[in-house]
C-alpha cells in the first residue's frame, strides 16, 4: 500500500485539533445544562443546606436566630411529648392513607391496564381529570359533600338517619387525601400491571389454578414494584400535605408540616422549626428506607 | 355450571366495583360544577335552581380577578422558564453528559420526591436570609420553577431516550449542519414531548399550593392560596366557580396539546 | 481511478478493536460488498467512510482527498440506513429534497431532479406520502432516492435489505444493482448474507474479527477460499484435513486418513504444508457400492466409502449426511435421481478440480 501523504500528513497533528475540537464542543454544550444546575443549586441545595444550619443555631426573641451552634433544638423536638404525638399522628394518617387508597386503586389500575386501547385512553383520561382541578378546589368540594350540614348529612336526615361528624376530624382528612392521592397510586400501578403478560395468567388458569389463586400467586407478586413505589410515593405526599389537614381538619387535626409551618411563620422560631422539619424528614426517609428493604426481601422471597 | 354463575356473579360485582371507583374518583368534580350554576348559598339536593350569581360575584371580588390573572401570568413565565432550561437539560444529559450523567439526573428531579412544603420553608428563610425573593413575584417564579422543573425534564428525557440517533446521522449524511440539523430534524420530532412538558408545566404551577402559601405576598397572591384564605372562613360557591375556570382551562390545555400533537401525528401519517 | 482508499485505517472503542489495520482500494463505479458476521467491523467501516465515527489511526480518502478529519455533511456520501432513517416528519418528497435544500439547490431545479429520481425508483404519485403510510420497499426505495437525488460521490447501503421479507428481498438484490449501474456510482454494501453479497458484488471483502479476510470477486471466494474460515462463511463446505505430499504448478496431491487426494491450491505452500481440502456439497457425487454404473463423472479421481446417515429432502436436491471415516461426515447435495437412504453402503467421488487446498492458520 502506497503512503503517500499530502496536506499535513503526520497523525499527531490532526489528532491534537481533533481532541481539543471534541473539548471546546463538549464545554459549548454544558451551557445547556448550566442554567437548570445554577436554578437547583443555589435555590434548592443552598436553601436545604441553610435550612441544617439553622436548626443547629440558637433561638431568640428579638432576632431570627443568634449564631451560636447548639443541639438544643434537637434536643427540645425530640423530648417534647406533644411533637411525638404530632409525628406519630401524621405518620399514622400516611399510613391508612397509602393502605386505603391501595386497595381502591388496584381495582382501578387493574381494569385500566387489561382495557382494550382506545378505552385505555378514555379510562386514562378519567383517572387524571381530578389532578387537573387544583388540590383547594377538590378539598372544598369535599367540604360541600362532608360537612355537618353538607350534602351527605343532609341526605342522610332526609332519610332519618342520624347526621354523622364526617368532616374536621380524622375521617374527613383521610377520605380527602386518599381521593387526592388515588390517581398517583393508579399511575404507579398501571405500568407494572400492563407489563404483565394476560397469557401469563392464562398459563396459571391451565395449570389449574382458579381465578382467585391466579391472581394471588401470578399478578400480584409480578405488580410488587408498582405497588411499592405507589405506596412510597402516596405515603410521601399525604404525610407531607398541607391544605387537606387544614381545610379538612379544622385545625383540630394537626399534622407535622401544620406544625412547622406555625412555628416559622406564626411564631417566627426558625431554629425550632427547622428542626422539626429535619427531624420529620430525616424519619420518613428512615421508614421509606425500611419499606423498601422490607419488600425487595419479600420480593426476592417470592421469586 | 356453578363455577360458571360463580364467575357471572364475579364480573357484575366487579364491573359495579369499578363503576362506583370511578364514581368516587369524579364526584369531587361534579359537586364543584353542579355547586357553581346552583343558585343557593348551599349545595341541597335538589338544586335550588340555575345561576349565574356566583361567577358574577367571582368576577365583581377584586382580590380574586387579581390573583386568577397573576396565577395565569406566573404560570405562564414559570412554564416559559422551566420549558426552556429542562429541555436543554434533558439535551445535555441524555446525549452529551458522561461521568455526572447519574448524579445530574438525579439534581434534575430531586425536587420531586421531597415534600413541597419543606421546600417552601427552606426557600422563605433562605430569601429572608439574603433579602431577596420577599418582594414582588420573584421567589414564587423561582419556587414554581422548581417544581416544575423535573416534569419537563422528565417528559423530554423519555422522548430523547426513544429518538432514533440514526435521523440525526442521515441529516448530517445529506449535508446538513450540527443547527441545521437540530432545527429541521431533532426538534421537529421532539416537538410532542417538549408541548406536553410545558402543559403540564402550566398546569402544575397554576395549580400549585405548597410553594404559594409560603412565598406569595401582599399583591402576589396565587389563586389557590386566596382560596384557601377565604375557605377558611366563608363556605359560598366563589370557590366552586374558581373550580369550573380550573376545568374549563385543564379541558383546553387538553384541546392545545391534542391539536398540536395531534397535527404533529398528522405529519407521521398516522393519519390519513 | 481509486474512488475510496482506505489507508491502515484502525478503530478502537476503549480497549476493543473493532477495525484493524485495514486496506482498501475501491476503483471508479466499482460495486464492493463488506461481508461477515455481526460485529465484524464491517457497518464501523462503513461509519468511518460515512464520518461518523473517526478513524483511532490511518487514513480516508475519497478521490484526490484525504477526508479522515472532514466531518459528515462535507463528504458528499449517500447512505441508506438499516432502518432508512426517513424523517417521519417530512413527506417523501421533502425527505428527498432534504439534501439538496441543504446544497442550496434552486427550488424548479429541486423539483426536477427529485421528480427524476422518483421516476428512477417508481415511486411517482407517493410524493406526499409519509414514511409511515408506505410498505417497507417503498421505504428502501425512499431511503436509496434520497441518498442518490445528491449525486453522491459514493454510496453507502447498510444492510439495505434486512427489514424486507424474504421475497422481496430477492427482487430489490437485482433492482439495486440495476439501478447502481445506472448511475454508475462507486458503492460499498455491507451485508451479513453471503448469498446477497455474491448476487450483488463485483468484489467482495470477507471481514472478521475487524480484519479483512479476503478480498476478490464472488467467484474467487467461493471456489478459492483462503482461509478455512472464510471457507466456512461462505456458502456450505465440506474441509477434510489434509497434508499435501507433492505439488506441480496449481495441481496438488495430498494424503489424507481417507487414503491419497488430488486437488488444487494457491501459490505458495508447498510439500508437507498442513491444511484442508474444502469441497462443495454440489461437487461431490454419491454412486452406489456395487458398480462403476453411476460414478460415470469424467476426471472423479478421488474416491471414497462411506455410509449414509442422514437423508433431507428440499425439493430440487436432497441433503445426504455420510460418515466417510471416523469422525468424519461429509455434506453432500446431489439430484432427486439417486435415492439413498439412511443406512446405505455408497461410494463418494469428487474431481480433483473441484477440490481447493486450505492451509490451517499457523500454514
Known amino acids: 500500500m502506497a503512503t503517500i501523504r499530502r496536506g499535513d500528513g503526520g497523525l499527531a497533528l490532526p489528532w491534537a485539533r481533533l481532541s481539543r475540537a471534541a473539548a471546546t464542543r463538549r464545554q459549548k454544550a454544558f451551557l445547556l445544562v448550566l442554567p437548570a444546575v445554577a436554578l437547583l443549586l443555589l435555590f434548592f441545595i443552598l436553601p436545604y443546606l441553610y435550612l441544617l444550619y439553622i436548626s443547629v443555631m440558637t433561638q431568640s426573641h428579638n432576632a ?128 407494572p400491571l ?110 | 355450571m356453578h363455577r360458571s354463575i360463580g364467575s357471572r356473579v364475579g364480573r357484575v360485582a366487579y364491573g359495579t366495583l369499578i363503576v362506583l371507583l370511578y364514581a368516587f374518583l369524579l364526584l369531587p368534580i361534579a359537586i364543584v360544577v353542579i355547586a357553581s350554576f346552583n343558585s343557593g348559598n348551599y349545595l341541597r339536593f335538589p338544586p335550588q335552581g340555575f345561576s349565574l350569581r356566583w361567577f358574577r360575584h367571582f368576577g365583581e371580588t377584586a382580590s380574586f380577578t387579581r390573583s386568577f390573572f397573576f396565577s395565569l401570568r406566573l404560570a405562564a413565565v414559570v412554564t416559559v422558564i422551566a420549558t426552556g432550561i429542562g429541555t436543554a437539560a434533558a439535551l445535555y444529559v441524555t446525549r452529551t453528559a458522561k461521568r455526572y450523567r447519574e448524579f445530574l439526573r438525579v439534581l434534575m428531579i430531586a425536587p420531586l420526591p421531597v415534600p413541597a412544603i419543606i421546600t417552601g420553608v427552606a426557600l422563605l428563610i433562605f430569601f429572608y436570609a439574603i433579602h431577596v425573593g420577599t418582594h414582588g413575584a420573584f421567589g414564587l417564579v423561582v419556587g414554581h420553577t422548581l417544581i416544575c422543573l423535573p416534569y419537563v425534564f422528565l417528559i423530554v428525557s423519555t422522548v430523547l431516550a426513544n429518538f432514533d440517533r440514526t435521523l440525526e446521522e442521515a441529516a448530517r449524511n445529506l449535508g446538513a449542519g450540527p443547527w441545521t440539523t437540530f432545527r429541521r430534524v431533532t426538534l421537529p420530532i421532539i416537538k410532542g414531548g417538549v408541548i406536553s412538558g410545558a402543559v403540564f408545566a402550566f398546569i402544575t404551577s397554576y395549580d400549585e399550593f405548597s410553594i404559594s402559601l409560603l412565598l406569595g405576598g401582599v399583591g402576589t397572591t396565587p389563586l389557590p392560596i386566596q382560596l384557601f384564605d377565604y375557605l377558611r372562613f366563608s363556605f359560598d360557591p366563589t370557590a366552586a366557580v374558581a ?22 401525528s398528522l405529519y407521521y401519517g398516522r393519519r390519513s | 481511478m481509486t474512488a475510496i482508499s482506505l489507508r491502515s485505517v484502525v478503530k478502537q472503542f476503549g480497549d476493543v478493536t473493532a477495525v484493524d489495520h485495514l486496506d482498501l482500494d475501491l476503483a471508479e463505479g466499482e460495486l464492493i460488498a463488506f461481508l461477515g458476521p455481526s460485529g465484524c467491523g464491517k457497518t464501523t467501516t462503513l461509519r468511518m467512510i460515512a464520518g461518523f465515527e473517526m478513524p483511532t489511526a490511518g487514513q480516508i480518502w475519497l478521490g484526490e482527498e484525504d477526508v479522515t478529519w472532514l466531518s459528515a455533511e462535507k463528504r458528499n456520501c449517500g447512505m441508506v440506513f438499516q432502518n432508512y432513517a426517513l424523517f417521519p416528519h417530512l413527506t417523501v418528497y421533502r425527505n428527498i429534497a432534504f439534501g439538496l435544500e441543504m446544497r ?9 431532479r427529485v421528480r427524476s429520481v422518483l421516476e428512477k425508483v417508481q415511486l411517482h404519485g407517493l410524493e406526499e406520502r409519509y414514511p409511515r403510510q408506505l410498505s417497507g420497499g417503498q421505504q ?75 478480498i476478490g ?52 505452500p508447498g510439500a508437507e504444508a498442513e491444511g484442508w481440502l474444502s469441497v462443495r456439497p454440489e461437487n461431490l457425487h454419491l454412486s452406489g457400492t456395487d458398480g462403476a454404473a453411476a460414478s460415470g463423472t469424467d476426471g472423479t479421481v478421488n474416491q471414497m466409502r462411506g455410509v449414509v446417515r442422514e437423508r433431507a429432502y428440499l425439493g430440487s436436491l436432497i441433503d445426504y449426511r455420510v460418515e466417510v471415516g471416523p469422525a468424519l461426515t461429509l455434506r453432500i447435495q446431489g439430484g432427486a435421481e439417486a435415492p439413498y437412504h439412511a443406512g446405505d453402503a455408497v461410494a463418494v467421488g469428487f474431481a480433483s478440480a473441484d477440490a481447493w487446498f486450505v492451509p490451517s492458520e499457523e500454514g
Open chain 1, 64 to 191: 431570627k436566630y443568634i449564631t451560636r451552634f447548639t443541639l438544643a433544638n434537637y434536643a427540645q423536638t425530640i423530648g417534647d411529648l406533644f411533637i411525638w404525638r404530632v409525628i406519630f399522628h401524621t405518620l399514622r394518617l400516611g399510613v391508612i392513607t397509602t393502605v386505603i387508597a391501595l386497595v381502591l386503586s388496584y381495582p382501578l389500575a387493574y381494569h385500566l391496564a387489561r382495557a382494550s386501547s382506545v378505552m385505555k385512553g378514555l379510562l386514562m383520561m378519567l383517572v387524571l381529570t381530578p389532578l387537573l382541578v387544583g388540590v383547594v378546589i377538590r378539598t372544598y368540594s369535599w367540604m360541600i359533600l362532608l360537612s355537618d350540614t353538607g350534602l351527605i348529612n343532609s341526605l342522610l336526615t332526609s332519610w332519618g338517619v342520624q347526621p354523622a361528624h364526617l368532616m374536621y376530624n380524622d375521617t374527613g382528612v383521610t377520605i380527602g387525601l386518599v381521593h387526592i392521592y388515588i390517581p398517583f397510586m393508579v399511575l404507579s400501578l398501571a405500568g
Open chain 3, 217 to 268: 470477486t464472488p467467484e474467487d471466494l467461493y471456489r478459492r477460499p483462503e482461509t478455512a474460515k472464510v471457507a466456512d462463511f461462505v456458502g456450505l463446505v465440506n474441509l477434510i484435513p489434509v497434508r499435501m505430499k507433492e505439488r506441480c504448478g496449481a495441481a496438488i496431491a495430498c494424503e489424507s486418513t481417507l487414503g491419497p487426494l488430488e486437488g488444487r491450491g494457491p501459490d505458495g
Open chain 2, 243 to 264: 373550580g369550573v375556570i380550573s376545568i374549563v382551562m385543564a379541558m383546553l390545555a387538553v384541546l392545545v396539546t391534542e391539536r398540536l400533537v395531534g397535527l404533529e
Open chain 3, 104 to 112: 442550496r439547490v434552486p427550488r424548479n431545479e429541486i423539483a426536477r
Open chain 1, 194 to 303: 400492563q407489563g404483565i403478560d394476560p397469557d401469563i395468567e392464562r398459563a396459571a388458569r391451565s395449570l389449574g389454578a382458579g381465578a382467585w389463586q391466579a391472581f394471588w400467586r401470578v399478578t400480584w407478586p409480578l405488580s410488587l414494584p408498582g405497588v411499592v413505589s405507589g405506596s412510597v410515593l402516596v405515603f410521601v405526599l399525604a404525610i407531607s400535605s398541607y391544605v387537606i389537614p387544614s381545610l379538612l381538619g379544622g385545625f383540630t387535626v394537626i399534622t407535622v408540616p401544620l406544625l412547622a409551618i406555625r412555628t416559622i411563620t406564626e411564631l417566627f422560631n426558625w431554629p425550632l422549626g427547622s428542626a422539626l422539619t429535619i427531624v420529620f424528614f430525616a424519619l420518613t426517609v428512615v421508614i421509606v428506607w425500611l419499606f423498601l428493604r422490607l419488600m425487595s426481601r419479600a420480593m426476592k422471597g417470592a421469586a
Open chain 3, 140 to 214: 428502501q426505495r425512499t431511503a436509496l432516492a434520497r441518498a442518490l437525488v445528491i449525486n453522491p460521490n459514493v454510496l453507502l447501503l447498510d444492510e439495505p435489505l434486512a427489514n424486507l421479507d424474504a421475497k422481496l428481498r430477492e427482487e430489490m438484490r437485482f433492482y439495486i444493482r440495476t439501478l447502481q449501474q445506472e448511475f454508475g456510482i462507486t458503492t460499498i454494501y455491507v451485508t451479513h448474507d453471503q448469498s446477497e453479497a455474491l448476487v450483488l458484488a463485483d468484489r467482495v471483502a470477507v471481514m472478521m474479527g475487524g480484519m479483512l479476510q479476503q
